[in-house]
């Protein structure tokens, strides 16, 4: 799979400032690859150049090309509203969720221990690497989006980022993400935005795909942590999410990202992990995601065995656990291999 420009370093520059929902929009410059980003490095892109920027074809042609117009979009932030929660436009989006699609792009072997307190170190879970699409009318909205599988298949950028201790990184035949919207009949060209629950390696690799696309949403605190402390140590690759032309845009706090999605507040993974909540006819799905790999955190309730503060986390997982017990609430995990909604991949509610 081609893919389209090197890393990349990172300044805000446009939006208002602080309050919980406020959005900020951070434009990436080009870098040495690996190397940590330079002040000189930076450099703002107007709005005019951005909407004038257009896709280089990638090598592969199987490769999604997102339409100019829909790269010229840009989300509007707005202060934070009741409780603290701001709002996000992002273009093209109507009316409420009709559907959402489960994907399934790839599997990890986790000890248990990492993926619920007090779990056997010595046992080991294929956890399925997931991702979602949140489908409106006119437009579709991204939720994570799986492994670099450009990285994945290069023998020394594998051994470098995924092979190490028990761990390493599992593809189906093909570009799974590629793949799967393509078969959920979703058009690239309507893709409104890519919201991140976290910016751990096994959800970013699909930023590739989006250069000089549609907005990227993440919590500050996340990208604070991604860009400044952590490391492989930590399970991030800097590649994925320092790219040139990425419009990210920083989350403070929870957010309605469109009518009826909205982000959940779950650091504790991670520093500005988020959830996200939708709402579709007769009934609600809240996609954990790292916040709860298995089902068996939410119902214990019980944290993840590994996060970067446990106490948040395990103020996160109590709040997953009430959420499910609400009426027409599921709340489902990120990896948990035995839980029904990632044993393929599929349309929620099928029809």
């Not at 779990?119 to 939720?143: H, K, N, Q, S």
């Not at 035949?173 to 979703?186: C, M, N, S």
């Amino acid at each position: 799979m081609g893919r389209f420009g090197s890393g990349a370093g990172a300044e805000p520059v446009v939006g208002p400032a602080g309050g919980a929902g406020a959005v900020h929009r951070v434009r990436l410059a080009r870098h040495r690859r690996g190397a940590a980003p330079r002040r000189s490095d930076r450099r703002v892109v107007s709005g005019r150049a951005r909407r004038n920027r257009r896709y280089r074809r990638p090598r592969d042609r199987a490769t999604p090309r997102l339409h100019p117009q829909t790269a010229g979009g840009r989300a509007r932030p707005r202060s934070g509203g009741a409780g603290g929660t701001g709002l996000v436009t992002l273009p093209g989006v109507t009316g409420t969720p009709r559907a959402l699609y489960r994907f399934v792009l790839g599997y990890e072997p986790i000890r248990e221990s990492v993926s619920i307190e007090g779990g056997d170190p010595a046992r080991f879970l294929l956890e399925p690497v997931t991702a979602a699409a949140v489908c409106y009318d006119d437009a579709w909205v991204l939720l994570d989006s799986g492994f670099d599988t450009d990285a994945v298949r290069d023998p020394a950028r594998r051994a470098a980022r995924y092979n190490y201790d028990s761990y390493t990184a599992l593809l189906p035949p093909g570009d799974p993400l590629v793949d799967q919207v393509r078969a959920a009949g979703l058009d690239w060209r309507r893709l409104s935005g890519c919201a991140l629950s976290h910016l751990h390696l096994d959800h970013t690799g699909g930023l590739r795909l989006l250069e000089g696309g549609p907005p990227v949403l993440v919590q500050r605190a996340e990208w604070e942590f991604a860009t400044t402390e952590a490391d492989a140590r930590h399970v991030y690759a800097r590649d994925d999410y320092l790219r040139p032309g990425l419009d990210v845009r920083l989350l403070d706090g929870e957010t309605e990202l469109a009518p009826g999605l909205s982000t959940l507040d779950t650091r504790g993974r991670t520093p500005g992990h988020q959830s996200f909540r939708i709402g579709l006819a007769g009934r609600t799905v809240v996609l954990a995601c790292d916040a709860a790999d298995l089902r068996a955190n939410i119902t214990g309730p019980r944290a993840c065995g590994w996060a970067t503060d446990p106490v948040a986390a395990r103020v996160a997982i109590r709040r997953l656990h009430e959420l499910d017990r609400q009426p027409a609430t599921e709340v489902w995990p990120g990896h948990d291999p035995d839980w029904w909604a990632w044993q393929e991949p599929g349309l929620y509610p099928a029809r």
